[in-house]
């Protein structure tokens, strides 16, 4: 398993948002992810983010280290 994005917070109701997600895999067999961020404590919408990250199978296959 990978952590794009790793929470680190304790409390639940304290963490920022991740939704959306959309993933595609190109003719290059590189893995494209775009998802949606917002920041804990913030209205919605306010200070939502697109996020975008490209990797390829190698990299989920060495897991978290």
Same mark, same amino acid.
């Given at each position: ?7 680190? #917070? =304790? ?5 920022? #948002?991740?939704? @959306?997600?959309?993933?595609?895999? &190109? ?5 494209? =992810? =775009? @998802?949606?961020?917002? #920041? @804990?404590?913030?209205?919605? @919408?306010?200070?939502?983010?697109? #996020? ?5 199978? $190698?990299?989920?296959?060495? &897991? $978290?280290?």
């Amino acid at each position: 398993t990978r952590h794009i994005e790793l929470e680190l #917070k =304790v409390d639940a109701n304290k963490r920022d #948002k991740f939704s @959306y997600p959309s993933i595609i895999q &190109g003719r290059d067999r590189m893995i494209h =992810v =775009v @998802y949606t961020h917002q #920041k @804990y404590n913030t209205l919605p @919408y306010d200070d939502d983010l697109i #996020k975008y990250i490209r990797f390829d199978e $190698d990299w989920i296959r060495k &897991g $978290d280290q």
